[in-house]
């Protein structure tokens, strides 16, 4: 059994995944990072991550 002590919490979709991108010190997945790049501005799923994003840099100024 792999153990994989490197899985993180994506703060997007809140799974623990081993392959992803730091924004800061917050985790998004490899699969959400990619959702974001493909989806388009206009979307509301678009949204919905930048609202997550704003999230992370309301917390870095706190
Ligand atoms: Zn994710």
Known sequence: ????????????????EARGIFIFDSFVCQQCEQEIVATDASEDKYRFFIRQMRRI??????
Do not use: D, F, H, Y
């Open 1 to 16: 059994m792999e153990t994989e002590p490197e899985n993180c919490s994506c703060i997007v979709c809140g799974n623990k």
């Open 57 to 62: 840099w309301l917390r870095q100024n706190a």
